[in-house]
């Protein structure tokens, strides 16, 4: 009953910046950690940022100092901001969520992706 939908990506030249949004729709009685993966063509999925619900967060190396994930509990959304972009952070970037239900059980949600290309 929960999904989530990803926003931002597009196509952006070397150097330049996007900001990735990810909104949970339907019912969830809390969100527990969130985050962002990305999978490039012939490569396998891979963690990018998450942030758990005490705020601690985790990057990956090849994005620390360029990437900043937030999220806002009221509006149950996660961002990317990404910032001195290259060619190699082109992917298709996923949304990530767990928590619980209304039921109290525990879920692992993943969006749709959305696509970040990036030029040189």
């Known amino acids: 009953q929960v999904q989530l939908v990803e926003s931002g990506g597009g196509l952006v030249q070397a150097g330049g910046s996007l900001r990735l949004s990810c909104a949970a729709s339907?019912?969830?009685?809390?969100?527990?950690?969130m985050g962002w993966y990305r999978q490039a063509p012939g490569m396998q999925r891979e963690l990018v940022a998450t942030?758990?619900?005490?705020?601690?967060?985790n990057y990956a190396d090849s994005v620390k100092g360029r990437f900043t994930i937030s999220r806002d509990n009221a509006k149950k959304m996660v961002f990317l901001q990404m910032n001195s972009l290259k060619p190699e952070d082109t992917a298709v970037y996923y949304c990530?969520?767990?928590?619980?239900?209304?039921?109290?059980?525990?879920?692992?949600?993943w969006g749709q992706g959305t696509l970040v290309t990036v030029s040189s």
């Open positions: 942030i758990t619900s005490g705020g601690r967060i």
């Open positions: 339907g019912s969830i009685f809390s969100i527990n950690n």
């Open positions: 990530y969520l767990d928590g619980a239900d209304l039921r109290l059980t525990y879920r692992e949600v």
